[in-house]
């Protein structure tokens, strides 16, 4: 009888599901970095999802210093792009973008652009919400703000 209700027991809290999700909202720590300029400008040329705006945004506003007596930065992002595709049992987020840094000293006559391309990639595998799959799309465009601040202040 013991053993009955030990296998009821146990199947029982077996049975039971959660609905929390596996996938956590990532929560990038940005390093501060410091122009040489009096302004500074932050330019889309397309539109970028909302989270990606959101989050390229918080990060120029709080992250980009300028500290400078003379000259203006321009910033520009382009060329993003974000690909979903199917992999075996699972999905894959592809995304990329472009940056461009315009520093214009008008006293010195002076001109400096920095370039450069940054990507990343996210997969999902196995059984997932819809939400989890959004949740990996928008870590996937933190990562990529992530790499794209790293890739700049390598260039400073």
């Known amino acids: 009888m013991h053993k009955l209700v030990f296998i009821f027991i146990s199947f029982l809290i077996l049975g039971c599901t959660t609905n929390k999700s596996f996938v956590d909202l990532l929560k990038p720590e940005f390093e501060t970095m410091s ?17 990606l705006q959101s989050l390229i945004s918080q990060w120029f506003n709080q992250k980009v210093n300028i500290d400078g007596f003379d000259g203006d930065m ?17 999905k894959r987020v592809d995304a990329s973008l472009s940056f461009k840094v315009l520093l214009n000293k008008p006293s010195l006559s002076q001109t400096k652009a920095i370039e450069g391309n940054v990507s990343s990639f996210g997969e999902l595998t196995g059984n997932f919400s819809l939400a989890e799959f959004d949740t990996v799309i928008e870590n996937t465009q933190s990562d990529l703000i992530l790499r794209l601040s790293r890739d700049l202040k390598s260039k400073i």
Not at 39 to 49: A, G
Not at 77 to 89: A, P, V, W, Y
């Open 74 to 90: 321009k910033f520009i992002i382009s060329n993003f792009k974000q690909d979903i595709s199917s992999i075996s049992d699972g």
């Open 35 to 51: 122009f040489d300029v009096v302004q500074k400008q932050l330019v889309f040329e397309k539109e970028l999802p909302d989270h």
